[in-house]
């Protein structure tokens, strides 16, 4: 089954602790990116990725890494999570170098930062 | 900057009452307008992508149209179980980022 796999899908940290969030697709898409969505601010991109040890920056990147260095995977990394941090995010994957593709997306993670 | 708006942010309607969301948007040249359906708790999920002014795409009660400036999802005799929060982004030409509105939260009473 086609699908876009995060993990984990709930997590409690504390200030500063580092924590990574994996994404998986397997359908061999180019395209990657991360979102968060917060409550009257939408989904929000936070970093894309168009290939492999391709990433760039979308709206909302401060405080957040991403690698990709295999196709299928695309890590969010959050190396000293602080409290606005806590939100829901997604992570998505697309065909990707036509433009314009719909996006599959995971079924997101909930993250709290006490 | 490139900016996406939709209106109403919630929307009640009776089952069977057809209505329309609203998705204004300003890109600098747009290469694709998207419409997303999120249910609680779930990513969103692909309706239509619309490429240019004119165009339209239909879904069994779903229809999506899009002018210069807008776009529209019109629900035609809804049901209950089209209760969501539909969501709509635009990519501009030119990048590979997705521009997304902050959703219309749909209610269907039975």
């Known amino acids: 089954e086609a699908q876009v796999t995060q993990n984990p899908r709930y997590l409690i940290t504390v200030t500063g602790k580092k924590l990574t969030v994996t994404c998986s697709q397997n359908m061999n898409h180019e395209y990657m990116s991360w979102y968060r969505q917060d409550p009257g601010l939408g989904l929000r991109q936070i970093y894309y990725?168009?290939?492999?040890?391709?990433?760039d920056k979308g709206d909302v990147p401060e405080g957040y890494k991403v690698s990709r260095k295999e196709k299928r995977n695309f890590p969010l990394i959050l190396e000293s999570p602080s409290p606005n941090q806590t939100s829901l995010y997604f992570c998505?994957?697309?065909?990707?170098?036509?433009?314009?593709?719909?996006?599959?997306f995971g079924s997101g993670t909930q993250l709290s930062v006490l | 900057e490139d900016q996406v708006t939709q209106s109403p942010e919630a929307l009640r309607l009776q089952e069977g009452e057809s209505s329309s969301l609203n998705c204004s948007y300003t890109?600098?040249?747009?290469?694709?307008l998207f419409w997303y359906r999120q249910d609680p708790g779930k990513g969103p999920e692909f309706l239509f992508t619309?490429?240019?002014a004119g165009e339209e795409k239909e879904k069994e009660r779903l229809k999506a149209t899009l002018t210069k400036k807008e776009s529209f999802l019109h629900i035609t005799a809804p049901k209950p179980e089209d209760s969501a929060t539909y969501l709509c982004?635009?990519?501009?030409?030119?990048?590979?980022?997705?521009?997304f509105g902050t959703g219309t939260r749909l209610k269907v009473l039975a």
């Open positions: 990725s168009m290939n492999v040890e391709v990433t």
């Open positions: 619309l490429y240019s």
């Open positions: 890109v600098s040249g747009l290469r694709g």
């Open positions: 998505a994957s697309s065909y990707g170098d036509r433009g314009a593709e719909k996006l599959f």
């Open positions: 982004a635009v990519q501009a030409r030119g990048t590979y980022k997705y521009i």
